[in-house]
């Protein structure tokens, strides 16, 4: 941290002690869940939902060692980064309208933007970039995989379907026409229903898991394509929120985003 932290917004000392006990068990969960899957061990990334939240508890949790934090509002998003030390990657995690691409670029350490569904945004995002921006902006693409007709998102692929759908060719355009982007990997929200029921397996992530296998195999079998795409060799899946993050982790998430169960109960818009 750096030496001017005194300059940062402070939380009391109670809030802070609350704030780090929640992130510490929050932590142990996913550190958990990781453990008992049969592959991929390794511990996903923690992303602090903090919308509606003070700077001030977000550096609370800073100071407790926590770095990706995730933001629904540009403009919200935007006025924290300006207030808050620049290591924090961002991750922008709210439905994204095209004319919020630009300001979001400009955010000197926006990490990732993970409801990208369409050519048009993508190709904004990699236009309005700054040219002192020295790494690619981690792009998610936002799949609907509950249907739910007031969700954002393309429609999930299956192995038996061609390889010309919308996300195919959305993910390809990605790799090659943008090289200022890199496709991270692929995004959902589950449904409520789903995300609350008392199931062990959760039919949005098996069907995000299902889409990314399809579309796996689809992008490696392209010769044609130059650019490089993944973390660490493969498709990194978002999905998983407060209330089924340990089931997303054990179904296969490399990325949950997790906020009431860190900062409480969020006050109305």
Same mark, same amino acid.
């Given at each position: 941290m750096s030496s001017d932290s005194a300059s940062y917004p402070t939380a009391t000392p &109670?809030?802070?002690? &609350?704030?780090?006990a929640a992130l510490d068990e929050v932590r142990a969960r996913v550190r958990a869940a990781a453990e008992s899957r049969s592959e991929n061990s390794v511990e996903p990334r923690l992303v602090a939902v903090s919308k509606y939240k003070p700077?001030?508890?977000?550096?609370?949790?800073?100071?407790?060692g926590q770095r990706d934090f995730g933001e629904n509002y540009a403009a919200e998003l935007a006025e924290k980064a300006a207030v808050l030390p620049k290591d924090i990657r961002w991750h922008f995690i709210g439905g994204l309208q095209s004319n919020k691409c630009k300001p979001l670029a400009a955010i000197p350490n926006i990490y990732a933007i993970q409801t990208v569904d369409s050519g048009k945004k993508a190709t904004a995002l990699n236009k309005s970039l700054p040219a002192e921006r020295e790494t690619p902006l981690n792009i998610y693409i936002q799949v609907n995989t509950s249907g739910e007709d007031q969700k954002s998102g393309i429609t999930p692929l299956k192995k038996s379907e061609p390889a010309s759908t919308d996300l195919v060719e959305l993910a390809k355009l990605i790799i090659q026409d943008c090289p200022r982007l890199r496709l991270a990997g692929l995004m959902t929200i589950g449904s409520f229903e789903a995300s609350t029921g008392s199931d062990e397996e959760n039919p949005d992530f098996k069907s995000l898991v299902e889409t990314k296998e399809a579309l796996t195999d689809i992008l490696r079998s392209d010769s044609s394509l130059s650019g490089e795409w993944g973390v660490n060799g493969d498709l990194e899946l978002s999905m998983g929120m407060s209330a089924d993050f340990e089931l997303a982790i054990r179904a296969g998430s490399g990325s949950v985003r997790v906020g009431t169960g860190i900062f409480g109960s969020r006050p109305p818009k």
């Open positions: &109670e809030r802070a002690e &609350e704030l780090g700077a001030a508890d977000i550096m609370a949790c800073y100071q407790h």
